[in-house]
């Protein structure tokens, strides 16, 4: 296996998006869960993957790229399998060797996952990146964005993901448009606006009667696919945080809705520490997660002071939550530990990557990390010229990040990112 280790790559290519797939429009179109699933050889997690086996396996093998661990070939090997002939992915089928049909429930957000994933660690799967790329351009809404499944309405989570897939596989992504709308073009459309009450938040979808209402999980998203980032994104120099919000720019700035965004993060995260869960009668939990994915927009968009904040209440609280949930927990600690420049290996007494290679089949090799980027190292990153910028990224990521590069030219203008 060809395995990538190029941060760069990473950095100018989410979801946060975000980090937990949206959920369908439609709960009838989701798969029935399995009464009997055999975990498959190769595939990370010891829980029923009916709903999450492409999503929990892109995201451990994305953390092991962060932390130098070369994943078992078998590993990879499913999750490439779990491709169908179309090049979309679902979540999970247990039997490959059949051709997917009409039941294999097919989406936007494991087919993006999965090709941040592939693109990531290998070059052994080009042409089914390319398939998945191909589905992924031919389900775009009118209105720029992708829904949850081919047809259903944009929002904010899904768009941001598929972003950063088609960034990470070199797709021009800015000029991809449908009826001459962008993707940057449906995220806006999703942003509050600056005179109300949560000024530069992004709502996951309008209500029936098209308002917006704000959404942490759609707010981290956004700001990923705003700056273009995939789920494991870097820090960036600090911010200035004395501008306040703006409105859509003219001339061509295509990060300013990103940027509000991350305001609107900070300013919430301020308070606690946390994110808060959305899911009715849970609403003064924390959402573990969220705010995993959040440390990791935030110092995205140079909230460096914030993001370290909510790591250190995530490294006092979010353990056990990890140790319930699985794979998909401890790659999203990862993340956010890497991208608040904290210790993977010293996070909350626990060492993430020893957590996370347990749940899966056994590496082909764990490698020596690199030393953590400090603040300065970011900085003095950011004063090197553009020359040079593309000069680093020839000898580490190839065409591939120039290509990224170009097409995120406009939303990356004064983002150079931590090697």
Request: proline content about 5%.
């Amino acid at each position: 296996m060809n395995v990538r280790r190029s941060a760069a790559v990473l950095a100018a290519t989410a979801v946060i998006g975000t980090a937990t797939p949206a959920v369908a429009a439609d709960p009838s179109t989701s798969p029935s869960p399995s009464p009997s699933v055999v975990i498959p050889d190769g595939l990370y997690g010891t829980g029923d993957p009916t709903y999450d086996g492409v999503w929990r396996q892109s995201l451990a093998l994305m953390a092991q790229n962060e932390v130098s661990v070369d994943p078992a070939d078998t590993a990879v090997a499913w999750l490439a399998g779990q491709q169908c002939a179309s090049g979309a992915f679902p979540a999970f089928r247990a039997d490959t060797n059949k051709p997917c049909d009409a039941k294999v429930m097919v989406d936007t957000n494991m087919t993006a996952v999965a090709v941040q994933a592939l693109t990531t660690l290998t070059e052994s799967y080009d042409t089914q990146v390319k398939k998945a790329v191909t589905w992924l351009k031919s389900v775009q809404n009118k209105d720029g964005g992708w829904g949850y499944s081919a047809g259903s309405a944009t929002d904010a989570n899904s768009t941001s993901l598929v972003v950063g897939a088609l960034a990470q596989a070199g797709v021009t992504v800015p000029n991809l448009r449908k009826e001459g709308k962008s993707p940057l073009d449906a995220l806006w459309q999703l942003s509050l606006p600056c005179d109300s009450k949560d000024a530069g938040a992004f709502a996951y979808q309008p209500d029936k009667k098209g308002k917006l209402t704000a959404n942490a999980d759609a707010t981290v998203a956004a700001v990923l696919g705003g700056y273009g980032e995939v789920l494991a994104a870097g820090p960036q120099e600090d911010a200035d945080t004395s501008v306040g919000c703006r409105g859509k720019q003219d001339d061509g700035l295509a990060d300013v809705a990103a940027d509000n965004g991350a305001a609107w993060l900070a300013k919430t995260l301020k308070k606690d520490g946390y994110l808060k869960s959305a899911l009715p009668g849970s609403e003064d939990q924390p959402d573990y997660g969220n705010t995993a994915d959040a440390v990791v927009a935030l110092a995205s968009a140079g909230y460096n002071d914030q993001a370290a904040a909510s790591l250190r209440w995530l490294e006092a609280n979010a353990v056990k939550w990890a140790e319930q949930s699985g794979p998909a927990a401890y790659a999203q600690l990862i993340f956010a530990t890497k991208a608040g420049r904290g210790d993977v290996h010293s996070f909350g007494g626990k060492d993430l990557v020893t957590l996370l290679n347990a749940t899966g089949p056994t590496p082909r090799a764990i490698n020596a990390e690199p030393p953590t980027a400090s603040a300065e190292d970011v900085k003095a990153s950011d004063q090197n010229d553009d020359d040079g910028a593309l000069t680093v990224a020839w000898t580490v990521g190839g065409g591939l990040l120039l290509g990224s590069l170009i097409g995120f030219g406009l939303m990356l203008r004064g983002r150079k990112r931590q090697q």
